[in-house]
């Protein structure tokens, strides 16, 4: 993925089956063609704001934060939903039981 970082991503994370390559906005359509150049798919592609700041809550709010954007997901005049809160793992797990 040398090819996204040298045309101005910042970061790159592996997934399971796709990379996710953060970039500034004004390197977003340089990667792209970047990539497109090489040969190689680009899934999607979009401009969005990334928190810099994670909020992070604990297992007596999470239940209800998530009930939140559940509820907001849902509402047929929301696009989208974004938040900046930090779910640990543990916390996670013990919601899903």
């Known amino acids: ?6 045309a101005g991503a910042e970061d790159i994370v592996t997934g399971a089956d796709a990379y996710e390559i953060t970039t500034p906005v004004s390197a977003l359509e340089p990667v ?9 798919a680009v899934q999607h592609a979009e401009a969005t704001k ?3 700041v994670l909020v992070p809550i ?7 934060v ?5 509820v907001l997901e849902e509402l047929d005049d929301v696009q989208q939903v ?3 809160f ?5 916390v996670l797990a013990k919601l899903s039981h």
């Not at 993925?1 to 040298?6: I, K, N, Q, S």
């Not at 930090?86 to 543990?90: F, G, M, T, V, Y």
């Open 1 to 6: 993925m040398e090819v996204a970082l040298e």
């Open 82 to 84: 974004y938040a900046n």
């Open 32 to 40: 792209r063609e970047a990539l497109s150049a090489r040969g190689i």
């Open 66 to 70: 998530l009930r939140l954007v559940s």
């Open 58 to 64: 604990g297992e007596k709010e999470a239940g209800s």
């Open 86 to 90: 930090d779910l640990s793992d543990e």
């Open 50 to 52: 990334i928190s810099s």
